[in-house]
Structures are given as structure tokens and as C-alpha cells.
């Protein structure tokens, strides 16, 4: 329960510290989005799914390794995750925010495959990171696209 517990508190923290400004998400809000991305509304409701499943991924691996490296692994995940966003807003380009969605994947997809010699349970917990995350990118590049030499 302890590590559960612990868990919890570095994720609250790591997404307090990665988040991006008012301002800055502002501007992030004021972008062009593709015309198929009806759902943008359900996002924060998906994401929070997917920190659910990534918290009790991260508990059932320490509960089957008791191994510090492995929640290491996860925070790195975690950070790719939150830097997403802030990388974006911060630096006003859609491209960072591509680039850094791209590599979060590619580490779950490690991630993933690492944990799933431990508990398969865990490992299916990053599904539905691994599906999302594909999604999120590519709504990333398309409103590069959408937006390019705009200066909102």
C-alpha cells in the first residue's frame, strides 16, 4: 500500500512540475486542430485512464521485482509523457512536441516489453498508452501542418 501510495505522489508531482503555464497552454488551445478530431473533449478523460493504467502498471511491477531500476524506467516514461505538453507550449513548436511524443512511445514500447517478462498484467496495463500515443502524435503533426506559419 506504501508503494501505491508513493507512486501516486511522484506522478502528482512530476505532472505539477511538467505542466504548462496558463498563458503558455493558452496559446497551445488557440492552435487550428484537424477536422476529425471530434473527441478532443474526451482527451483529459483518456489520459486519465491511461495515468490509471500506468500507476497500477507501475504497482504490480514493483509488487513482482521490488527493483528501484524498473520504477526508474517508469518515471522516465512519466517524464516523456508530462514533457510532451510543456515542451510544446514552452518552446511554441509543434515539432518538439511530435518529436518528444514519438520518443515516449518508442520507450513504452520498450517499457512494455521489459515489464511483460515480469507480470502480463502489468505489461497490458501500457496498451492502451501504446495505442493512444500514435493518436496523439499525429493529431501533433497535423496541426503542425494546420499551422504553420501562424503565429496565434
Keep these: 500500500m506504501v508503494a501505491a501510495l508513493v507512486i501516486l505522489l511522484v506522478m502528482t508531482g512530476v505532472a505539477g ?41 507501475a504497482w504490480l511491477t514493483w509488487q513482482a521485482s521490488w527493483s528501484a531500476p524498473w520504477m526508474v524506467a517508469y518515471l522516465v516514461q512519466l ?16 515539432g ?6 514519438f520518443a515516449g512511445w518508442v520507450w513504452g514500447i520498450a517499457l512494455t516489453l521489459g515489464v511483460s517478462t515480469l507480470s502480463s498484467l502489468a505489461a497490458g496495463l501500457l496498451v492502451p498508452y ?3 500515443s500514435p493518436v496523439g502524435t499525429l493529431v501533433t503533426w497535423q496541426m503542425r501542418q494546420l499551422n504553420r506559419g501562424r503565429r496565434p
Aim: charged share 15%; aromatic share 16%; with cysteine.
Design 96 to 101: 518538439a512536441g511530435t518529436a518528444i511524443g
Design 17 to 57: 512540475v511538467l505542466n504548462p503555464s496558463r498563458q503558455d497552454f493558452a496559446w497551445f488551445i488557440r492552435l487550428r486542430r484537424p477536422r476529425w478530431l471530434v473527441f478532443e473533449g474526451w482527451i483529459p478523460v483518456i489520459w486519465l485512464l491511461i495515468y490509471a493504467c500506468f500507476a497500477a502498471s
Design 79 to 94: 517524464v516523456l509523457v508530462q514533457s510532451y505538453t510543456l515542451a510544446i507550449c514552452r518552446s511554441r513548436s509543434l
Design 130 to 132: 501504446l495505442l493512444w
